[in-house]
């Protein structure tokens, strides 16, 4: 559900910086931006799910199987819980999108604005198009 609205914004994003950098086939760009930041979550989702699977394996031994019935069961919610696993979880939650964002990014300043990589301009342009949504709800009378 997170990426699925990170990934709207995202293509929102390209489809402004690529309006105003007026470049050549806008919505392939977006199109582009969409995929690589798709591509990319799914990638760090299968990471996590590596990591979750031998988190869990540790913890059951040789003789482990993974089951469904298993899932709310206390000896396998160890790692989950405290300081260290709120953690863990925001981390396996939040990090598929950033890093997608992020690649996204680095191809929005590389490919479509052609600026020199930098803090300002991985992330410029957010404020823009924030104020443009915002003003989107606005009515006029």
């Known amino acids: 559900m997170i990426g699925g609205i990170v990934m709207i914004l995202v293509a929102l994003w390209i489809y402004q910086s ?3 950098a007026k470049v050549n086939n806008v919505m392939i760009w977006v199109a582009i931006g969409a995929v690589v930041f798709f591509a990319v979550q799914l990638g760090f989702i ?10 869990r394996a540790s913890q059951g031994g040789s003789d482990y199987e ?6 709310g069961d206390r000896k396998n919610e160890s790692g989950f819980q405290g ?24 191809i929005r300043v590389k490919f479509i604005t052609k600026e020199a990589i930098t803090v300002g301009t991985l992330f410029g342009d ?7 949504i915002k003003k989107s709800f606005k009515t006029t009378d």
């Open 18 to 20: 690529a309006m105003k």
């Open 46 to 55: 299968n990471i996590n799910l590596y990591i979750l699977e031998s988190m």
């Open 66 to 71: 993974r089951s469904l019935a298993s899932i």
């Open 83 to 106: 300081f260290g696993g709120i953690m863990l979880s925001l981390y396996l939650e939040l990090m598929p999108q950033i890093v997608g964002f992020l690649a996204v990014a680095l």
């Open 126 to 132: 957010l404020k823009e198009m924030f104020q443009s």
